[in-house]
């Protein structure tokens, strides 16, 4: 996380927004940011080392790398190469997994079959994004949303065959990507002063249809691989949603008929962080001892694409 801290009320300087206003249509009060001269890498690093201390592991330990970002530092080479590099991971292998707000999801899952297989021994998946280098600040329906930050989460076969990922669902539909996007920059319109002028290098995104979209689309998947794996909403212990909009998991986890305890919300202290923002929950209930060893955990997010991805785990750590 970086230090620095953008609140409700240094955004009342910067566009004609309020804090009573972005609490109670989102929930946030502040978000942190990095700055100028730090990147996605950055952060990915420092979030990487911590997890490696924890476990009492070398880079070189590692196999395979999977950053989750739309913030890569650079188009290439991927973030991944960067971090494998910066953590002495020799030998390791890895790639830039770019799904939004899902690519977590998608990480985890992706990272947990290849362990599954018996290909991998070590997968380390990071979800990172500094989404302050993309987003508008003269647009204060998105500003206010997005904070900077990065979590890994370390993947390792268990011995204990009833632990870890039962199941997912991952989906995308690209027919609804001109609901959040960001159009320069790529092939289709590279950097040129024109996409400058337009503002074309930044989140673009039709607040209202996402929200719409993102409640329905959580509540569906949800209810989907818990029906299909034969546990009810009650038989959840901790559910990990992305945190997009504090409403959004309210509002989720209202359908579902799960007690708000039960949906872990932390968007108040960070805002949406993109692809941090699962682990960033997972972190603060394993702290204070809400998510355990054992526990049933439902993992859900959407994001822009649209993805959308559910994963359903025995919590073996
Ligand atoms: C963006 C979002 C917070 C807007 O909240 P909302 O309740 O839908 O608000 P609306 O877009 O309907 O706008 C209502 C009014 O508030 C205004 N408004 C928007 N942002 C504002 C802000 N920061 N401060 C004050 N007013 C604001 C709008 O201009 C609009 O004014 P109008 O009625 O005069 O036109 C909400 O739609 C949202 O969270 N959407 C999901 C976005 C998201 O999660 N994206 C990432 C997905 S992974």
């Not at 945190?243 to 968007?267: C, M, T, W």
């Not at 929950?281 to 049933?296: S, Y």
Request: proline share 3%; glycine share 10%.
């Amino acid at each position: 996380m970086p230090p620095k801290k953008l609140t409700n009320t240094d955004l009342e300087k910067i566009v004609d927004t309020n804090d009573e206003w972005i609490i109670t249509r989102t929930g946030i009060r502040t978000r942190h940011i990095v700055e100028e001269d730090v990147a996605t890498s950055d952060l990915s690093v420092a979030a990487a080392k911590i997890v490696l201390e924890q476990r009492g592991l070398k880079g070189s330990d590692i196999d395979t790398i999977i950053v989750c970002t739309v913030t890569p530092d650079m188009m290439f080479p991927s973030t991944a190469c960067l971090v494998q590099d910066r953590l002495g991971a020799k030998g390791a292998w890895g790639f830039d997994l770019l799904a939004a707000c899902s690519g977590t999801v998608f990480g985890l899952t992706t990272g947990a079959q290849m362990i599954a297989s018996g290909a991998q021994d070590r997968i380390l998946v990071i979800g990172a994004d500094t989404m302050s280098k993309i987003v508008d600040y003269q647009d204060r329906a998105t500003c206010v949303l997005f904070g900077d930050a990065a979590g890994a989460v370390l993947l390792e076969p268990s011995d204990e065959p009833e632990l870890g990922l039962l199941d997912y669902i991952n989906e995308v539909d690209g027919s609804g990507g001109n609901m959040l996007y960001m159009p320069a920059g790529g092939s289709r319109h590279p950097a040129s002063l024109e996409t400058l002028k337009q503002r074309m290098h930044y989140v673009h995104q039709d607040g209202r249809q996402v929200f719409k979209w993102a409640v329905r689309k959580m509540t569906d998947v949800c209810v989907q691989i818990l029906e299909r794996n034969g546990y009810t909403p009650e038989d959840v212990d901790v559910l990990l949603l992305h945190q997009a909009n504090g409403r959004i998991i309210s509002a989720v986890a209202d359908r579902l008929g799960l007690p708000s305890d039960k949906a872990i919300n932390v968007i108040e202290e960070y805002g949406n962080t993109t692809g941090a923002t699962i682990p960033l929950a997972a972190r603060e209930v394993l702290n204070d001892g809400r998510l355990k060893k054992g526990d049933l955990v439902v993992m859900c997010a959407v994001g822009a694409g649209l993805t959308a991805g559910a994963a359903l785990w025995r919590w073996a750590y």
